[in-house]
């Protein structure tokens, strides 16, 4: 029997498009109007998953979790909310009643699959009826990074995200709902969350073992908002470094450049640069400061692109992204080694 979700919403156009947007991806898929009918439907069918609204007559989403979690048979079924309610303190109450995620409204479906495969698979369930239980390679599910991570992040869990693509295998460690770590083939930190943002085709996979995943050039309390920055020039890390062959290129000044002194270097490369979209220094250090710190790394022979990031600690993002635009201007060059 394939899984059972049970979609609860006033809005019927909702509780249709679920259903329509499920079913025809292998689940069974049950509706109801209000949170009484949902519990009902819940105590019946015993659904693997609930995808709720909050504001809703006769019960509430907050009551009908409420009522799951107090359930002897329910308690274990994971509640994912769909509201428009966006404020803190909302996302707060639904996390302390036991939901495993939240999504504002609008959503784009795209997002709502990875919260349900992302919760089912944390859960042991098998979205894709591969089976196994929870050690099997093959359970996996795919989604954009920071949309798989949000699940664990929302529900401060501990554990280990484990990371599976054609170009090799990776981490992202997670402690009380920050990230703790990341490892993709030999880079650590900013560098590896960066190249599991920029690549497709990327399956993970929820569990608790512990994993190698260095916490170099994460700052302090790393969350989603560090995702978002990363998202935001992920596209042009992409284009930059993946063409190299290593997850942790060695970068160099190039030949035309390597006589210069900073100053100069500092005029050159600053010039038409764009922060694209990536949060500013920290603790009110200049932009400047980033560029100075990376060209110096560079003018002593050279450093690893996680190295880069370490150095500049709670700027490390900012690092790795003004050497992807020394690289686009050619200034810096790759190192063979």
Known sequence: MGITILAVDDSLL????????????????????????????????????????VKMPVMDGWELCRRLKAHPELRSVPVIFLTVEGEDHDVKKGIDLGASGYLTKPFSFDELRASVEAVLSAGGKDPYGLGGGEDAEEESVGGELAEVLNIFLEKRSTGTLLVSHADGDGAVAVRDGVIDGAMFGDARGVVALMHMASREDVRYRFGTSERDAGREGLPDRAGLELLGDIRDVAREFGEIVLSSGSTDPVLVLGPKYAGMDVTSLLDLSTAGFKRAGARKPAHGASMLSVFESVLRALKKGGARLCNLAAAAGPDGLLAVHVACHLVKRKIAVEKRL
């Open 14 to 53: 909702v509780t249709e498009l679920v259903r329509e947007y499920f079913t025809a991806r292998g689940y069974r898929v049950f509706c109801a109007g209000n949170g009484r009918e949902g519990l009902s439907l819940a105590e019946r069918e015993r659904p693997d998953l609930v995808l709720s609204d």
